[in-house]
Every structure is written in C-alpha cells, then in structure tokens.
C-alpha cells in the first residue's frame, strides 16, 4: 500500500497560526486549553500586551513549545488595525556617529516599510536625560508599539522606561544599554569587550609604559563606563606600567572635548596615548595638534566617522574600533518584530561585530 502524503494547510486563526495535518489542527483555542487560560490571555501573551503575570506567560511559552503551536505572522500582521510604529529617540548635536545612526534610521526604515513597520526619528539633545524622559513620556501607546532609545542611567530615564512599558510599549535601548530597568532588550556592541581590546592595543603600542588618559562623553552612558571599565581591567592585569589618567568627560561635544583636552595636555604633556571612548574626536584631534603632540602619541577611538578616518589617514589617530549602525538598526528592527509580532518573527539575534581599522585597512 502506498503511503500517504502529509499535508499541511495554514489557516487565519484570531491572529495565530492553525496548523491542519490528519490529526487535526493546532489553533489559539487548543493553546488556551493547553496552557489553561483564556483565549484573552493568549492574545495578550501572543502579542506582548501587559496584564499578565510572569508566571502565567511561563506556562502559555511551556504550551507553545509543548504542543508545537507556531504563529502565522502574515496573519498576525493583517489581524493588526495598523502598521508596527516604533520611535527612534537619537542625540543630536556634533556626534557624527549619532548622525550616521539616526542616517541608518532612515535607510533601513524606507525598508522596513515593505514589512509595515514605520520607523519615527526623535532627535533630542545630547546627553541630557530630562529630555530622554520627557521624550519618552510623550509616545501615545495607542498609536506607537515600542521606543528605541540611547540610554542615560540616570533615575529619570529609568522611571520614564518603567512607565512606557507600564504603557504597553516596547522598550529597546540601542549601542548605549540600561541595566536594571524595565527595557525588553539591549542592541550594540559588547562595550567591556571594547575597552578590552582598546587595552590590549594601546598596552603593545606602549612597551615602555608611561601615562595613558582616558577621555569619555559622559560617565553616566553605559557604553562609555563600560568600555572603560574593559581598558583598565586589561591594563591593570596586563601592562602594569601604564598609568591611567581621567577620564575627561568632553559631553560627545567638538568645543567641550577640545578646551577640556587642551587643558590637560597643556598640564600634563609627558603622556603616551589616548583613548577616547566616545565621541568629540574632532575636537580631541585639534587639542592634541595645539599642545604639539599629534602622532606623537598613540591613539584609541571609536567608530568610523570623518574625523576618526581623517585621523588614521594622517597618523595621529593608530586604530578605530567601529560599530555598523546598520547592522545595529537591522538588529534593532528584527528585535521589534519578535517582541512585538513573537518569537518566530525574526531570527535569533547574533552579536552585534567589533571592527578594528587601521590605516592599512581603510577602504
């Protein structure tokens, strides 16, 4: 006797996916029975929504994977009244890797728009966590599904993150994270990873020790702490004889780094290197050339922008360690959907890439 093929049809079911084989279908309603909740409660869970206690969305994740219930996301997203809005909230000002971010904000949203997902671009003022709160507060839940933010650490921001997800909103924090708050997920780079490697680099360019300053955007941005937390890890256990100094905060602003850096240098300019961990690299270029000591010293910075690349080109600055903000909106875009639309929505996030260029290497 010949066999008998199994075939699998897929049916629109309250916004989840109905799979039909010769024994039946496997419906929102036979995950409700499953899990032992209401269709509501699935819904909720389905779809991310609040008022469902932590134990209970335990048991309906236990019953997907239990009963092998797999979401139609097509259907998903017609059962929707609207498109998935999310809300990018970027610094402005003269950081041109926060310019090149909010660039890639409008690249891959012009492509996410074929999936119906609307990217929104909010442009507040660096560095300042009022008006990342205050930014934060204004998105109206009934018309936006999630927020992108660079985090501060600041109560204010934690407080306005804890109400927007007390909203209903998705909550991502992008190259710059917030941990111990309410955010679903964090996208970027592995900041401690980052200072590491800086360490590691500025340790061999400097075998014979001396004193290294560190120069930072702000202590209060996560990625900046982070990172030089990694760099005086790698020194302290790797190169002893390099003395650390600072950081010099510069608030990721040209004028700022420039006066805060020429100050130091003009005090202390018996240094080895620099390592700058945010932005303000044009600024910290133009203090080291007035204090006579571009390429004299070695120099760390971060992502790829005009000055960093003008800065290898000339040899004051030896290596950019550089994040792909399109990479990262990608990452943030297929974050959403799977927070938003469920698990299925996107594939697993993969780390977001570490590139190291040097001069030899600069396209």
Known sequence: MSSVPLFWFWHFCGGGLAIEAAGGRITVHDLARAAGVSLATVDRVLNG??????????????????????????????????????AFILPEGTNQ????LAEAVETVGAQARGERMVFELDRIRSIDAQALADALDAIDAETHDGAVIVAIDKPAVHAAVARAVGRGLKIVTLVS????SARHAFVGIDNVAAGRTAGGLMGRFCPNGGRVVLVAGSMGLIDHAERVSGFRDIIGSEFPGLEISGPIEGQDAFALTYENALAFFR????????YNVGAGNAGLIMALAEAGLAGKVRFVAHELTGPTRAGLGSGVIDVVLDQSPEDEVRAVWAAMRRLVLGPDAAPPETPIEIKVFLRDNLR
């Open 97 to 100: 890797f926060m310019a090149r």
């Open 49 to 86: 929504r609040p008022g469902v206690r932590p134990a209970t969305v335990a048991r309906v994740e236990e019953a997907i994977a239990r009963i092998g219930f797999r979401r139609d996301l097509t259907a998903s997203m017609l059962a929707r009244a609207r498109d998935i809005r999310l």
């Open 267 to 274: 005090e202390n300019p018996d240094i080895a290197g620099v």
């Open 177 to 180: 994270d917030l941990p111990g």
